[in-house]
């Protein structure tokens, strides 16, 4: 469906390659004919150009760029005072103004005092709404490669494909497919070469574009995936597994390598300490770097760096840099504090803002020496940049959003920028996100650049990107296979996404405090609103506190539809079964309840009635294997008081991936029966990875009764 408020574009084609695309007759004779007219002139070619085959009435739709600076990206030139034709996706034509005549009925758009550039290629992405695509198109970015694909993302590829949804063109992978144990939730396994062949073939009959390898595919699986990937006729990039030596993987037919992994190691001088940013011993690592008791410039071989760029050239595998996420993963407290004063800050999603800061508390233990070490370390990874595009090695511009402080579409010049930081200038940082793609995609000097015949992915920017390329952060307007979008268009988009961060934001904004005791404090947290169908039945939060004898407490804060606000604090024993558990129930008139239950039977699992449960009982649920089904013992505590021991059966399902709820994650499923003297109780739970807490990330209920139906949890934070 178009969006209220913005113009429906026609349905476009499915997405093909160049070599399948083919325009009806008539729109390759009208595309013909305004190449002519720019050739030579309208007037003094119209006549040559044969339009007898455009059906009556058909429109043709036409826009004009006038009066316009253009950025090419053929080479480091600005062509001034041009008027660039398009139609169908395409640009029909580049020439002087002075020598185009503007066909009749043609969209003119004044590029007087403004630059005309190729759209951007955010070559390292993880859309999953069309609120991350509409960032992206604000930003100028045309092309994404998503590298964790879902069937949702290849639903955006369609839908962007067909013109039913605006954004950037989508190239994608399937799920991550990573060895053992899987780092992230809802990966693919891999330990043999049979798990190979069949998670190969399975990604490509699906339709995604490339394979995902990650970091702990032992040797002989990466290997096998490699065979299975030439055999399937189906790239595959990623992740240099820890397992592999960067030279076999520069040489194994790997179509990119990622986050710089495997160059660090690869360049290390004899007998030097290295750890790597993912190493368990970075902190340790990156503080004596700080304090000068390290020197990179001894760690590091420069020889080594020199021949493992030469060696990419050779091969030909392109590196995804994604220095924005490097960068921001080790943002030190200023940093963070300028990252949040930024505009685009306005436009990230509430539950991404709130990673990002429980990213940020995971390095509590970080002193001012750490910062300082991380940041050296990431200027020895700008210098290995700086070497691979010396040596002639390939680099595509990839951010990781929205990884910490990699913002979706805003990201996209910090990245450059710190190319040019490397010491590459602007023209070669731009080359990394316009023709570098487009060689990548197999369609150098089909887009990627201004010229005649290329996609019409545009950008008209108010400054002129060869002399900073901070240039596209001032943009006037977008266009994306020829669909343009102004800048009142742009800005509207940017404000839906705002719009709805602020509504998941505002709902615990008046809430009580937390009822912590003492000194505790709550690190982590998340939240829900609960629905059946379009009804509101509240909202809840959660959260684990360490108390003062070392024991980890729960709380649930529900707020009730009528202004009731209901606390729940769970303790646990040293087994890990609750213990003690109080209940305080405050009406909207002020009047409190408060009951407080011990528990006897601490082997019994005791249930609230809250999203508290599952988060108790999140070890209990991890193990259960996948397709295995297990019966626990259960009470239920309802009104302070405790039920008849009860039967729980959790079945273990496929993992999933669930959107709109939180934030894109891999998620374990588990069906639950819960056995009651009453009755059957029947849930779904949603149990996210590490990275998200390990909590749930969507619940649902089925309920009997006159009142019943689907209760849903979703998680907004």
């Given at each position: 469906?178009a969006?209220?408020?913005?113009?429906?574009?026609?349905?476009?084609?499915?997405?093909?390659?160049?070599?399948?695309?083919?325009?009806?007759?008539?729109?390759?004779?009208?595309?013909?004919?305004?190449?002519?007219?720019?050739?030579?002139?309208?007037?003094?070619?119209?006549?040559?150009?044969?339009?007898s085959?455009?059906?009556?009435?058909?429109?043709?739709?036409?826009?004009?760029?006038?009066?316009?600076?253009v950025?090419?990206?053929?080479?480091?030139?600005?062509?001034?005072?041009?008027?660039?034709?398009?139609?169908?996706?395409?640009?029909?034509?580049?020439?002087?103004?002075?020598?185009?005549?503007?066909?009749?009925?043609?969209?003119?758009v004044?590029?007087t005092?403004k630059?005309?550039?190729?759209?951007?290629?955010?070559?390292?992405?993880?859309?999953m709404?069309?609120?991350?695509l509409?960032?992206?198109?604000?930003?100028?970015?045309?092309?994404?490669?998503?590298?964790?694909?879902?069937?949702?993302?290849?639903?955006?590829?369609?839908?962007?494909?067909?013109?039913?949804?605006a954004?950037?063109?989508?190239?994608?992978?399937?799920?991550?497919?990573?060895?053992?144990?899987?780092i992230?939730?809802g990966?693919?396994?891999?330990?043999?070469?049979?798990?190979?062949?069949?998670?190969?073939?399975r990604?490509?009959?699906?339709?995604?574009?490339?394979?995902?390898?990650?970091?702990?595919?032992?040797?002989?699986a990466?290997?096998?995936?490699?065979?299975?990937?030439?055999?399937n006729?189906?790239?595959?990039?990623?992740?240099?597994?820890?397992?592999?030596?960067?030279?076999?993987?520069?040489?194994?037919?790997?179509?990119?390598?990622?986050?710089?992994?495997?160059?660090?190691?690869?360049?290390?001088?004899?007998?030097?300490?290295?750890?790597t940013?993912?190493?368990?011993?970075?902190?340790?690592?990156?503080?004596?770097?700080?304090?000068?008791?390290?020197?990179?410039?001894?760690v590091?071989d420069?020889?080594?760096?020199?021949?493992?760029?030469?060696?990419?050239?050779?091969?030909?595998?392109?590196t995804?840099?994604?220095?924005t996420?490097?960068r921001?993963?080790?943002?030190?407290?200023?940093?963070?504090a300028?990252?949040?004063?930024?505009?685009?800050?306005?436009?990230?999603?509430?539950?991404?803002?709130?990673?990002?800061?429980a990213?940020?508390?995971?390095?509590?233990?970080?002193?001012?020496d750490?910062?300082?070490?991380?940041?050296?370390?990431?200027?020895?990874?700008?210098?290995?940049?700086?070497a691979?595009?010396?040596?002639?090695?390939?680099?595509?511009a990839?951010?990781?959003?929205p990884?910490?402080?990699a913002?979706?579409g805003?990201?996209?010049v910090?990245?450059?920028?710190?190319?040019?930081e490397?010491?590459?200038?602007?023209?070669?940082?731009?080359?990394?996100?316009?023709?570098?793609?487009?060689?990548f995609?197999?369609?150098?000097?089909?887009s990627?650049?201004?010229?005649?015949?290329?996609r019409?992915?545009?950008?008209?920017?108010?400054?002129n990107?060869l002399?900073?390329?901070?240039a596209?952060?001032?943009?006037?307007?977008?266009?994306?296979?020829?669909?343009?979008?102004?800048?009142?268009?742009?800005d509207s988009?940017?404000?839906g996404?705002?719009?709805?961060?602020?509504?998941?934001?505002?709902?615990?904004?008046?809430?009580?405090?937390?009822?912590?005791?003492?000194?505790?404090?709550?690190?982590?947290s998340?939240?829900?609103?609960?629905?059946?169908?379009?009804?509101?039945?509240?909202?809840?939060?959660?959260?684990s506190?360490?108390?003062?004898?070392?024991?980890?407490?729960?709380?649930?804060?529900?707020?009730?539809?009528?202004?009731?606000?209901?606390?729940?604090?769970?303790?646990?024993g040293d087994?890990g079964?609750?213990?003690?558990?109080?209940?305080?129930?405050?009406?909207?008139?002020?009047?409190?309840?408060s009951?407080?239950?011990?528990?006897?039977?601490?082997?019994?699992?005791?249930?609230?009635?809250?999203?508290?449960?599952?988060?108790?009982?999140?070890?209990?649920?991890?193990?259960?294997?996948?397709?295995?089904?297990?019966?626990?013992?259960?009470?239920?505590?309802?009104?302070?008081?405790?039920?008849?021991?009860?039967?729980?059966?959790?079945?273990?399902?496929?993992?999933?991936?669930?959107?709109?709820?939180?934030?894109?994650?891999g998620?374990?499923?588990?069906?639950?029966?819960?056995?009651?003297?009453?009755?059957?109780?029947?849930?779904?739970?949603?149990?996210?990875?590490?990275?998200?807490?390990?909590?749930?990330?969507k619940?649902?209920?089925?309920?009997?009764?006159?009142?019943?139906?689907?209760?849903?949890?979703?998680?907004?934070?």
């Open positions: 469906m969006e209220p408020g913005r113009t429906r574009a026609p349905r476009r084609r499915r997405l093909m390659t160049n070599s399948q695309s083919r325009s009806p007759r008539w729109a390759r004779a009208s595309w013909y004919a305004l190449a002519l007219a720019i050739a030579c002139g309208v007037s003094a070619c119209d006549r040559d150009a044969d339009e085959s455009v059906p009556a009435g058909q429109p043709i739709a036409v826009h004009a760029f006038t009066n316009v600076n950025v090419p990206m053929t080479s480091g030139r600005v062509d001034e005072g041009q008027t660039v034709l398009v139609t169908e996706g395409r640009i029909a034509g580049v020439g002087p103004s002075s020598s185009v005549e503007i066909p009749e009925g043609a969209r003119v004044d590029g005092g630059y005309l550039a190729p759209g951007l290629a955010d070559m390292h992405a993880h859309p709404t069309t609120a991350d509409d960032a992206y198109l604000a930003n100028g970015v045309t092309l994404i490669r998503a590298m964790w694909g879902e069937p949702a993302v290849l639903a955006l590829r369609a839908g962007v494909a067909s013109g039913e949804i954004g950037p063109r989508i190239l994608t992978s399937g799920r991550i497919v990573d060895g053992w144990p899987i992230q939730y990966s693919d396994s891999v330990l043999s070469a049979a798990d190979a062949g069949d998670v190969v073939t990604h490509k009959n699906a339709g995604y574009d490339f394979i995902k390898v990650y970091s702990n595919l032992s040797s002989e990466f290997d096998a995936i490699a065979e299975a990937a030439r055999a006729d189906i790239p595959f990039a990623g992740h240099i597994p820890n397992a592999v030596p960067t030279v076999h993987a520069f040489r194994s037919g790997m179509q990119t390598a990622e986050h710089l992994m495997g160059i660090g190691p690869a360049t290390v001088a004899e007998g030097a300490e290295y750890y940013r993912f190493h368990p011993g970075f902190t340790k690592y990156a503080t004596r770097i700080g304090r000068g008791e390290i020197d990179l410039d001894r590091h420069d020889a080594k760096l020199r021949e493992l760029a030469q060696l990419a050239s050779e091969t030909g595998i392109w995804v840099p994604t220095l996420t490097i921001g993963t080790a943002a030190s407290p200023e940093e963070v300028a990252y949040s004063e930024r505009k685009a800050m306005e436009y990230v999603d509430y539950s991404v803002i709130s990673l990002w800061r990213a940020a508390a995971f390095r509590a233990a970080w002193t001012p750490t910062y300082r070490g991380a940041r050296l370390q990431l200027e020895q990874e700008l210098r290995e940049i700086k691979f595009h010396d040596a002639g090695a390939r680099i595509l990839g951010t990781d959003a990884n910490p402080w913002f979706i805003f990201g996209m910090d990245e450059l920028e710190l190319y040019v490397a010491g590459l200038s602007p023209f070669a940082a731009l080359q990394t996100a316009t023709t570098a793609a487009a060689e995609m197999n369609e150098a000097g089909r990627g650049i201004v010229a005649q015949g290329a019409a992915d545009l950008v008209l920017l108010e400054g990107p002399e900073n390329v901070a596209y952060r001032n943009i006037a307007g977008v266009m994306a296979a020829g669909r343009w979008f102004d800048r009142g268009d742009l988009r940017l404000a996404i705002k719009a709805a961060s602020d509504r998941k934001a505002a709902v615990f904004r008046d809430a009580p405090a937390w009822p912590t005791q003492g000194t505790e404090m709550v690190p982590l998340a939240e829900f609103v609960l629905e059946r169908g379009e009804d509101s039945l509240g909202a809840e939060r959660i959260a506190v360490a108390m003062e004898n070392g024991s980890t407490a729960f709380l649930s804060q529900l707020l009730e539809p009528g202004g009731s606000v209901r606390n729940t604090r769970v303790e646990l087994e079964f609750p213990q003690k558990i109080t209940f305080e129930r405050t009406s909207a008139d002020g009047a409190v309840e009951r407080v239950v011990e528990m006897q039977d601490t082997g019994t699992h005791t249930l609230t009635g809250t999203a508290l449960d599952w988060i108790v009982l999140g070890r209990l649920l991890a193990t259960v294997r996948d397709g295995e089904s297990r019966d626990f013992p259960m009470r239920r505590l309802e009104d302070g008081s405790l039920s008849e021991a009860g039967t729980m059966t959790v079945t273990r399902r496929p993992s999933e991936v669930i959107v709109g709820h939180f934030y894109f994650t998620s374990n499923r588990h069906d639950i029966s819960i056995a009651e003297p009453n009755g059957t109780r029947k849930l779904t739970v949603w149990m996210g990875g590490g990275f998200y807490t390990g909590w749930p990330v619940i649902v209920e089925q309920t009997a009764g006159p009142d019943g139906g689907t209760l849903e949890y979703r998680r907004i934070l």
